[in-house]
Each structure stands twice: as C-alpha cells, then as structure tokens.
C-alpha cells in the first residue's frame, strides 16, 4: 500500500508532508509533489500534514482523481527527491480548493 498524492496538491505545493517522511519518498515538480509508491512504507505520517488535504491512501483515493496513483509513479520516477521543507508558492492559499487543477500540472 502506498499514499497518493492529487490533485489539491498542483500550483500549492506545501511541503510539510517531506519534513515527517521516515523514507523520503517525495518527489518534487515545478508545481507539484508525488510519492514514490516503491519507497513509501504506509506509515501515515504524511497525510494530516498536508495542509491542502491532498494526500490519500492508495485504496481512499476519491474516484475521480483515481488517475493520480499512475501519475504519482511515473513522475517519481523523473523528478528530484525533495526532503526538506520549502516555502510555499505565494499564490497557494488561493489555489488551495480550486477543482480539477490536473490541467495546470507543469512537468
């Protein structure tokens, strides 16, 4: 089992979620974070991080951002490992809840 990140995440960004992560399995993207489903152990630790709520359990992923579990592992495997929090982009808070964000997603 693996953790998802989705959609709330694009053009927001927060980083909390890699500063609890025992195995940094995030990766990070120009507007986006994804975790590697091959390196992330199901320990939880990230998901009431996420100050955008953009973070699920693999199998509570909302069905209609289902297409997230197959971005996730494709862009982990292209983007840097990113460990270490960083400040959010300025605009977060407004993009923050904004639906269907996925054709913002800069790769």
């Excluded at 975790?35 to 939880?44: N, S, W």
Aim: proline residues 8%; charged residues 30%.
């Amino acid at each position: 089992m693996t953790f998802v990140v989705t959609d709330n995440c694009i053009k927001c960004k927060y980083t909390d979620c890699v500063e609890v992560c025992p195995v940094d399995c995030f990766y990070e993207g120009p507007n986006f974070l994804v975790i590697h489903p091959d390196e992330c152990i199901d320990c939880a630790l990230c998901e009431p991080e996420c100050p955008a709520n953009a973070i699920f359990s693999e199998d509570e992923v909302p069905e209609d951002q289902q297409e997230f579990t197959g971005l996730n592992a494709e862009l982990a495997d292209i983007w840097p490992n990113i460990t270490e929090k960083k400040e959010s982009p300025s605009d977060a808070e407004e993009w923050d809840g904004v639906p269907d964000k996925l054709q913002y997603l800069e790769r």
